[in-house]
């Protein structure tokens, strides 16, 4: 993998900020836009820019060809077995409430239980919690070791005869903690019960198979693996789906409607009311094309290399804290003694360097690691050891910087 070569490709990074070239360290919250996926939507809108599915003119064919084909690029992407199980939504947030409200609603009840952990994304806990509070069901957390790991006994401890889903993230936007969701599948799938996993963290960065791991439904958006925002995807199993109501009504999802009932579109269109994202899956089309010629083994080395790296730096900064387990994604959450992490964020970006700071969406976790905001540093295909040793040295210029003013 060319670093330099995959650099040239995202034009963003070819500026300044502040007066300093931009080192943008926070692709966990969004990843920057590959010239070709650019190229892509902006050819949609320039030469096909039409609606799917309806029209048999030349542009609406091109369309819905373009639509049709990003579904087929996801599907062998993440290696479903059929483009049926592959909805088009929003994003991961949509995908995960479309599985609470639709599957939920019809099969969880009194008693019954829900399991996730204290580390997941707020798309990931809240949708749950609506449904515990709906349906009288117990949300129940399988407990999180010291590193921010969960260990498989814990979780077949906490998983049992009564859970009837278990949604667990598979690689955190936090600690970069990658979970066993494979074995975790197991245990719920053991028990009688579905198993939902968010992806967002994992889809750009690593090989997934979601035959292999087993999971029921995967969700994940794709902003953060070099798409356009605003389109995200539902993988479930076609039996799981087919016996699932929609949840958002209109066009595109009906198959005949009468002045007092209809009947839906087969799979994967029952799910997808309205116009869809069209020029989004285009892009997203684009993404895993660009993804898949660099190779997710090289991206998935390159950024624990730069993780380790990046580790290995701060663990000699005195009064720097560092959350999560070792062996990790590439993501690096920390905090420095006696400076705010907004503060913090505040005095790297007048350096040119972009990081996340706050609660990441994960305030359970939060109050797990005794704290009410961390700063984070996340990488990607794009990232090098220069932008490590920017953000590192960066990072001592604020620690001076306030040790001055409050020293």
């Given amino acids: 993998m060319d670093i330099q070569e995959v650099r040239r490709q995202f034009p963003i990074l070819d500026q300044e900020v502040n007066g300093h070239p931009l080192v943008y360290l926070d692709s966990a919250a969004t990843s920057q836009k590959p010239r070709q996926v650019i190229e892509a939507v902006e050819d949609y809108y320039k030469r096909y820019n039409s609606n799917v599915h309806r029209g048999v003119h030349t542009l609406g064919s091109m369309a819905t060809d373009g639509y049709e084909g990003a579904r087929e690029k996801v599907r062998r992407f993440i290696h479903a077995s059929s483009m049926e199980e592959i909805i088009f939504l929003r994003g991961t947030t949509t995908a995960i409430n479309l599985v609470a409200s639709s599957y939920g609603r019809a099969n969880v009840g009194e008693g019954d239980e829900i399991v996730i952990t204290p580390m997941e994304h707020h798309s990931n806990i809240i949708p749950w919690q609506q449904l515990a509070k709906a349906t009288g069901a117990e949300l129940k957390y399988i407990p999180l070791e010291e590193d921010g790991t969960i260990s498989v006994e814990k979780a077949r401890e906490t998983i049992t005869a009564n859970t009837k889903i278990v949604s667990v993230m598979h690689v955190s936007n936090v600690l970069g903690t990658i979970n066993p969701v494979k074995e975790i599948t197991s245990i719920a799938h053991e028990n009688g019960a579905v198993m939902v996993v968010d992806g967002a963290q994992s889809v750009p960065h690593m090989k997934v198979d979601v035959q292999d791991i087993g999971a029921d439904f995967f969700a994940f958006s794709g902003h953060k693996m070099c798409a356009p925002t605003g389109i995200g995807v539902l993988y479930g199993k076609k039996k799981l789906l087919k016996e699932m109501e929609p949840v958002e009504f209109g066009g595109e999802m009906i198959d005949f409607v009468g002045l007092y009932d209809s ?69 690096v959450t920390f905090n420095s003694d006696d400076v705010h992490p907004h503060d913090l964020a505040t005095v790297l970006d007048s350096e040119g360097v972009a990081v996340r700071a706050g609660h990441h969406c994960a305030q359970p976790l939060m109050k797990w690691l005794d704290v009410t905001a961390t700063a984070r540093a996340s990488f990607y295909l794009y990232n090098t050891e220069e932008d490590v040793d920017k953000f590192t040295a960066s990072l001592q210029t604020a620690k001076e910087y306030f040790g001055d003013v409050f020293g």
């Fill in 263 to 331: 009947t839906w579109k087969e799979l994967p269109w029952k799910f997808e009311g309205g116009t869809p994202i069209i020029a989004g899956a285009v892009g997203l089309g684009a993404a895993i094309d660009f993804l898949e010629d660099i190779g997710l083994d090289n991206i998935e080395a390159h950024e624990r290399k730069l993780a380790r790296y990046a580790l290995d730096q701060l663990k000699d900064k005195d009064g720097v804290t560092v959350y999560g387990p070792q062996d990790r994604a590439g993501i």
